[in-house]
């Protein structure tokens, strides 16, 4: 069993920055992809980035591609989200998860645990 634990979620003003943290515990963390994805109200749930196990390859979005940084940290058990130049659209609960294969998928059904998300407000 994996326990994925978010944080760092909050408001901001359009054009402000947020650091969403992701703790892991139970089984091991650094053996598998990790991702972001994100639930607007009313919307179905969106990929946002992913990152390999050693942290070296990463993948976004188009829509946050340049704005948002994905990384990890193996021996904190931790994986992070660095969010600059937030917009409005960003507005969301964004979810941290783990990943069934070694592939950067985009697909939720890619991911096997998630966390229980933490809500992103960007005023305008």
């Known amino acids: 069993q994996v326990q994925l634990v978010e944080s760092g979620g909050g408001l901001v003003q359009a054009g402000g920055s947020l650091r969403l943290s992701c703790a892991a515990s139970?089984?091991?963390?650094?053996?598998?992809?990790m991702g972001w994805f994100r639930q607007a109200p009313g919307k179905e749930r969106e990929f946002v980035a992913a990152?390999?196990?050693?942290?070296?390859?990463?993948r976004y979005a188009d829509s946050v591609k340049g704005r948002f940084t994905i990384s990890r940290d193996n021996m904190k058990n931790t994986l992070y989200l660095q969010m600059n130049s937030l917009k409005p659209e960003d507005t969301a609960v964004y979810y941290c998860?783990?990943?069934?294969?070694?592939?950067?998928?985009?697909?939720?059904?890619?991911?096997?645990?998630w966390g229980q998300g933490t809500q992103v407000t960007v005023s305008s």
């Open positions: 998860a783990q990943g069934i294969t070694t592939i950067l998928g985009t697909r939720v059904a890619l991911y096997d645990y």
């Open positions: 139970g089984r091991t963390f650094n053996t598998n992809v």
């Open positions: 990152i390999t196990r050693s942290g070296v390859s990463t």
